[in-house]
């Protein structure tokens, strides 16, 4: 059986990490194996808090064992990382990744570099910023970075269209095949802004910034893994990029519609397949 591996925080209630990105990609025909590196009763940007803790790194090694000992390892076709819970965790996912690609060398490893946003209530652990930088984005087929996080990487400050595509430039000279900036928030205030880029070309991804009273949190998780189950259906990567950006588009409609806070991706689960809108990518170069 083939499926993607999911190394995420999960959260009990609502959708982060696991608990966004998992249906997705179930949507789409895949058979995700979730992995968690923390369980919280819900996504911390709660005032009234949450509770729930982070896994040791090798609990993530051990159940990854227990994947290698029924041979399920070679169908593996992608592993995806997200949000850590402590600096060791990032060695684990190293390790997961060295050991899927010993079994399947075609499998593809998507890193989504979360560093944490202070000003939202997402933190992370010490240490793990640098392990991500250091360590696990130069190893990743994929990097699924936003603004601050590509700067992080590169060392680039992005204020304008030109600035990202040359850090785009730098983080593949790093090691990654390709860049998807999950959001680009210095280009503009009227439009979301995504890049995409790989190889000589970059693409330009924009929809309607949708005014939420409290911006949903999961939607980088989201971007992951619609871009990754795209790339493993065969599309090409800018046919993959225009339909992540369609599809979460209708996902974020939907929620604000019903003026919730928590990504509504059940109810608008159509969308996954079909998106209704079509917003085309633009070559940059």
Known sequence: MKGVLSIQSHVV????????????LQRMGFEVWPLHTV????????????????????????????????HVLKGCQAVISGYLGNIDQCQAVINAVSLVKQQNPEALYVCDPVMGSPEKGCIVPAGVAEALIDKAMPLADVIVPNQFELSQFTGVAIDSLED??????????????????????????????????????????????????????G?????????????????????????CNNACYEILKETLRRNEWELQTIAAQEAIISPASGFSVICLN
Request: net charge neutral; proline share 5%.
């Open 219 to 243: 939607v980088g998780d989201l971007i992951s893994a619609l871009f990754t189950g795209g790339l493993l259906k065969g599309w090409s990567p800018v046919d993959a990029f225009e339909h």
């Open 164 to 217: 990202a595509i040359h850090a785009c430039k730098v983080a593949l000279s790093k090691g990654p095949d390709m860049v998807l900036v999950k959001h680009l928030h210095s280009l503009s205030a009227s439009s979301f802004s995504m890049m995409l880029a790989g190889g000589e070309h970059c693409y330009l991804a924009q929809r309607p910034n949708l005014e939420f009273a409290r911006h949903p949190v």
């Open 39 to 70: 369980q919280f009763s819900n996504h911390t940007q709660y005032p009234q808090g949450w509770r729930g803790c982070a896994f040791k790194a090798e609990t993530i090694s051990e159940l990854v064992s227990g994947l290698d000992a029924i």
């Open 13 to 24: 209630f609502g959708h982060a990490g696991n608990s966004s990105a998992v249906f997705p």
